[in-house]
């Protein structure tokens, strides 16, 4: 296996990793994020404001694209496992 195989197996792991865990992670800083500025002008301090309208915006984001996300991590695994067996 040359350098350019392991950057190339690399470079997929790292846009792997950014389709899954962008949708997450984005929706999570948008709920976040309007939650604070909610929490900022009615001056409203508790903390469980900030934490339930994120868990279930991020559990209806799993829902909604759990099976992409699982998809590219499987297709990610299949083209893994055909990568070793070349070798």
Avoid: H, W, Y
């Avoid at 950014?18 to 929490?39: D, E, F, N, T």
Wanted: hydrophobic fraction near 60%; charge should be negative; avoid cysteine.
């Amino acid at each position: 296996m040359t350098t350019q195989n392991v950057l190339d197996v690399l470079q997929d792991a790292f846009l792997v990793m950014l389709r899954v865990g962008a949708p997450v992670l984005i929706i999570a800083l948008v709920i976040g994020l309007v939650v604070s500025i909610l929490q900022a002008t009615t001056q409203i301090q508790e903390q469980t404001l900030s934490f339930v309208p994120k868990l279930f915006a991020i559990l209806l984001t799993l829902v909604l694209l759990g099976n992409f996300m699982l998809n590219s991590l499987v297709s990610f695994t299949e083209r893994l496992f055909d990568i070793i067996a070349g070798l």
